[in-house]
């Protein structure tokens, strides 16, 4: 079964109750929450706050994909979000200089319960995923755009990691499911899904739309 996870950020912010609502009212277990810092990408988003404001009166699984620069202890700042509930972090690999200092923040998450997930760019080799960090992994999110905004073109040619990661996921006797996020809508989805993605993210084609149960039906 496929999971789908809306991002709220093309979303009309004025209107995000009633988005949520309509989102809870088709079953939507998932939502994604994608967190900006205007160094890592040329874009800025949402901090805690914002997801403490949802948690409070929605019950969603929180997918934080968390495009923002690394550097210092990281705990206070991932405390920050686990105050507030996060059910599965997502870190981008290229954030990390230090291998260990990253191996070190996913036992973090680990340690707090939360589901460890990291994301490759369109640009990044599916080589810079050793087994020394696999082996920590819930998810591996492949990114089919360059992170920064909603609304972009889905880049075909990153299936070929997500093929080769159900090979080594085969191999390596794992259980990690297989993320895709940027240009998912009801052409690219099917494209995806035989690929062997497990789950996957979808922002403007979903996002301030009256007809999203028709659309939900399309991304089976
Ligand atoms: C892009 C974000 C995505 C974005 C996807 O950097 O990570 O989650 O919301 O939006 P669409 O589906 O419009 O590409
Ligand atoms: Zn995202």
Do not use: C
């Not at 789908?4 to 809870?24: D, Q, W």
């Not at 087994?131 to 073109?153: A, E, K, W």
């Not at 993320?179 to 084609?205: C, E, H, R, W």
Request: glycine share 6%; aromatic share 10%; proline share 3%.
């Amino acid at each position: 079964m496929s999971i789908i996870a809306p991002s709220i950020l093309n979303s009309n912010l004025l209107n995000l109750r009633e988005e949520l609502i309509k989102f809870k009212n088709e079953g939507i277990e998932w939502i994604h929450y994608d967190v900006m810092d205007f160094h890592f990408v040329p874009n800025l988003t949402f901090g805690p706050k914002l997801l403490k404001d949802i948690n409070q009166e929605f019950n969603f699984k929180i997918d934080a994909h968390m495009m923002v620069e690394i550097k210092g202890k990281f705990e206070d700042y991932l405390d920050t979000f686990i105050k507030v509930g996060v059910d599965q972090f997502t870190f981008h690999i290229e954030s990390f200089k230090n291998k260990d200092y990253l191996i070190d923040l996913i036992r973090y998450i680990k340690q707090s319960k939360i589901r460890a997930s990291i994301a490759l760019n369109p640009g990044t080799s599916i080589k810079e995923l050793t087994d020394d960090i696999l082996v920590y992994l819930d998810n591996v999110l492949i990114m089919s755009v360059n992170p920064g905004f909603g609304g972009q073109s889905f880049m075909e040619p990153v299936l070929d990691k997500v093929r080769q990661l159900v090979i080594k996921r085969k191999e390596n006797k794992q259980s990690f499911t297989i993320q895709i996020d940027g240009g998912i809508d009801d052409v690219t989805f099917p494209l995806a899904k035989v690929a062997g993605v497990d789950s996957f993210v979808s922002g403007s084609y979903l996002a301030n739309k009256d007809d999203l149960k028709s659309r939900l039906k399309k991304l089976v």
